[in-house]
């Protein structure tokens, strides 16, 4: 069965330190693979996404995410953090549907990221 | 307007009340979302419209009741909720359903408590 995994569920960081925040999936084809983060009180943003192509994609605020298909990973990444980083973030796949026609778009349970002045 | 809305924002409701949730999307989207957001749990995908047509139901039960009267509005309503049912819910539209290319976009949410 599809599934992601986002192995921390609590970062901390210092302003201007580099962030990288893990996903891992489980899916047997190439799954379209998102990047969400939701700041207080807000719904989900979109930071990028990625489902051919480079495997490393750019996307808003300055994150960046890396595909690599030998560890089934699709890690996010940022060069110098910034105290408005603060948020919780989503990875998520798209999976084809199966032969029933079922919907399969899977969110992982989320990283809270802390940055630190 | 832009982008997805949702009102109320904040709700508070009894167990034996009646409310309803709304939500408008101004993106010219064909598919909607109801997504339940718990503490410490994944987001659970509870409905999906295609084209105002209720194209899955993820075994939510029916004190839940969603409404799709047109391509631009959904509702959810809500009625004899338990305490487990507070959460913040939200809403979400695509370009299409199943085609998984195209990222969702979030309402704020509507932050509701069962009491």
């Known amino acids: 069965a599809q599934s992601v995994t986002q192995p921390d569920i609590h970062i901390t960081v210092s302003e201007g330190a580099s962030l990288e925040l893990r996903c891992n999936y489980s899916y047997g084809a190439t799954p379209y693979l998102f990047w969400y983060v939701q700041s207080p009180g807000q719904g989900l943003q979109l930071l990028l996404k990625?489902?051919?192509?480079?495997?490393l994609v750019q996307g808003i605020k300055g994150f960046e995410a890396e595909f690599k298909r030998s560890q089934s990973s699709f890690n996010l990444r940022k060069p110098s953090v910034h105290w408005s980083d603060a948020a919780e973030y989503f990875c998520a796949v798209g999976a084809r549907p199966g032969t029933s026609g079922t919907y399969k778009y899977i969110f992982g349970t989320g990283t809270r990221l802390k940055v630190l002045a | 307007e832009t982008g997805v809305t949702q009102t109320p924002r904040h709700l508070v409701m009894g167990m034996t009340n009646k409310k309803s949730l709304k939500c408008e999307q101004h993106l010219g989207h064909n598919a909607m979302y109801w997504y339940k957001q718990s503490a410490k749990k994944p987001l659970e995908l509870m409905f999906v419209y295609s084209l105002e047509e209720r194209v899955e139901n993820n075994s939510v039960p029916s004190r839940f009741s969603p409404e799709c009267p047109n391509s631009s509005h959904l509702f959810l309503h809500l009625h004899t909720l338990q305490p487990e049912d507070s959460a913040l819910y939200l809403c979400?539209?695509?370009?299409?359903?199943?085609?998984?290319?195209?990222?969702?976009?979030f309402g704020p949410g509507t932050r509701l408590t069962v009491t």
């Open positions: 990625y489902f051919s192509g480079d495997t």
């Open positions: 979400a539209s695509s370009q299409a359903s199943y085609d998984y290319r195209y990222e969702q976009y």
